[in-house]
């Protein structure tokens, strides 16, 4: 497959005097067309901050990233971006469908050309039927779903997505994971997704990047080997998962063993939430 992102040691710091913070550090990775990578590391290691860069919205003081060949000097048309924060990403005063359609007005497509791409992408991501309604009068899944749709309207060559299920609850944050896998499997996108949680990185991605603690640099570049159909129950259970999950959790934990087990003692205490969750999410899917 064609290389659709390619980072080429890319650095950022924040000021310029000796007290300067380095937030990114010589870091270099390729993403390739219709791939779901996903991007671990600890909080504050600078995952948002590489995001940033990648997007166009800040400049690297460091280094190139390139989408599908061209330089990316400011923010590219043909990239979408999802944050973690909904309540913030959508504008209370407009429609769910006015929203998703904000972003194209900036396009070629005519009016009627908007609107149903709007519907076509909120129709994608489960939400037939609520164009009228306002994101206030939405759960903070559904709210979350609209900002997807949002991204998915644009038909980006490249979704970047910074956190997206973080500010949800267990159970909804099941219930995207796999929304995500199939949109992104019927759509062939290429996505790049930041998180802090080991098990959603292991679970979503076709590769896991691990980065260091701040400033952030390439641990290991981790292919999953998971089957493309997965499941929220077995796919967590299998000893796949568990073995990946473990490996990523020894590089973020420096491989140090009382961090690693304590990292393992509190996934395994979250364990029996998770599964109960994603029981629940399955049977309301029916």
């Not at 929220?232 to 140090?256: D, K, P």
Request: proline fraction near 5%; charge should be negative.
């Amino acid at each position: 497959m064609p290389t659709m992102l390619e980072v080429t040691g890319l650095n950022h710091r924040y000021g310029k005097d000796a007290e300067a913070h380095v937030a990114v550090n010589e870091l270099s990775f390729t993403v390739q067309a219709g791939e779901l990578a996903c991007i671990v590391g600890p909080s504050g290691c600078g995952k948002s901050t590489l995001l940033r860069c990648i997007a166009g919205l800040i400049a690297p003081t460091g280094g190139t990233v390139s989408l599908h060949g061209d330089r990316v000097t400011g923010v590219p048309d043909d990239l979408a971006v999802v944050f973690q924060d909904y309540s913030r990403s959508l504008f209370p005063w407009l429609s769910v469908a006015r929203n998703v359609e904000f972003p194209l007005r900036w396009g070629k497509l005519s009016k009627s050309e908007r609107r149903e791409r709007a519907r076509a992408a909120l129709a994608e991501v489960g939400l037939a039927g609520t164009e009228n309604k306002y994101p206030w009068q939405l759960s903070g899944g559904m709210q979350q779903r609209v900002s997807i749709a949002r991204a998915l309207a644009r038909r980006p060559a490249l979704l970047l997505m910074d956190e997206p299920f973080a500010s949800v609850d267990a159970q909804t944050r099941f219930e995207l994971e796999d929304l995500l896998r199939r949109v992104q499997r019927e759509q062939g996108s290429t996505v790049l997704l930041v998180t802090h949680d080991i098990d959603e990185s292991v679970y979503l991605g076709d590769r896991v990047l691990v980065l260091s603690k701040s400033p952030a640099s390439i641990v290991a570049d981790l292919p999953v080997g998971l089957p493309a159909e997965r499941d929220q129950i077995t796919t967590r259970e299998s000893a796949e998962f568990v073995s990946l999950r473990g490996e990523v959790a020894r590089l973020l934990h420096g491989g140090s063993p009382e961090a690693v087990k304590a990292a393992s003692d509190a996934a395994e205490w979250d364990l029996a939430e998770q599964e109960a969750a994603a029981a629940e999410a399955k049977e309301r899917a029916r």
